[in-house]
């Protein structure tokens, strides 16, 4: 399988904890990343190989991964983290990389 | 500091030629992959292309396979992409990235600011 599936939409309530997942079958040989996207901006790395936070990203986000599901989750959203998340794998084939639809995340 | 800059993004005609061009800085670009990812105006991420380190392997997308192919120069740190018969439905922001890897799991941990490709008449 070449998908990866994610909600198109969440919302969370400013300093509320949201968690976005990633659906594949890829996901069961290949560890997730996650990019987050601003408007008119180019995406930045959050998580990587499943848990793995970049420098500079806040300990509020978080990855994990079960199965064919990972997640990113957010302890404690703040307003600029308001913003597009896509997640990224290889695809089964190991040959392609294949991001998700995106999720776009509203803080309230 | 690790930077890419993107160059090449024009108004092209359908059926039209193009090449990218990417220019790293702050690493050293000889040992590590890169990629080429896009995204049409209002939709999302789509991977493109990938080049090994050395530039013995290559892997396009199915949408491109045939019409664009990813190349480098690492005595120049530039990664290329040239694009062939081009459609309206090539037309988004094209951006670098770097590869990295860890574990079971590779990952694009710098991305240049893109460069824009219209496909019109």
């Known amino acids: 399988s070449s998908e990866l599936t994610q909600d198109p939409a969440v919302s969370v309530a400013l300093g509320q904890t949201v968690t976005i997942t990633c659906q594949g079958d890829?996901?069961?040989?290949?560890?997730a990343s996650w990019y987050q996207q601003k408007p008119g901006q180019a995406p930045i790395l959050v998580i990587y190989?499943?848990?793995n936070r970049p420098s500079g990203i806040p300990d509020r986000f978080s990855g994990s991964c079960s199965g064919n599901t990972a997640s990113l989750t957010i302890t404690g959203a703040q307003a600029e983290d308001e913003a597009d998340y896509y997640c990224n794998s290889r695809d089964t084939s190991g040959n392609h990389w294949v991001f998700g639809g995106g999720t776009k995340l509203t803080v309230l | 500091e690790v930077q890419l800059l993107e160059s090449g993004g024009d108004l092209v005609q359908p059926g039209g030629s193009l090449r990218l061009s990417c220019a790293a800085s702050?690493?050293?670009?000889?040992?590590?992959?890169m990629t080429w990812v896009r995204q049409a105006p209002g939709k999302g991420l789509e991977w493109v292309s990938t080049i090994s380190f050395s530039g013995g392997d290559t892997y396009h997308a199915d949408s491109v396979r045939g019409r664009f192919t990813i190349s480098r120069d690492n005595s120049r740190n530039t990664v290329y992409l040239e694009m062939h018969s081009l459609r309206a439905e090539d037309t988004a922001v094209y951006y670098c990235a770097k590869g990295n890897y860890h574990g079971s799991g590779d990952y694009f941990d710098y991305w240049g600011q893109g460069t824009l490709v219209t496909v019109s008449s």
């Open positions: 190989a499943k848990d």
């Open positions: 890829s996901l069961r040989s290949y560890y």
């Open positions: 702050g690493f050293t670009f000889s040992t590590y992959a």
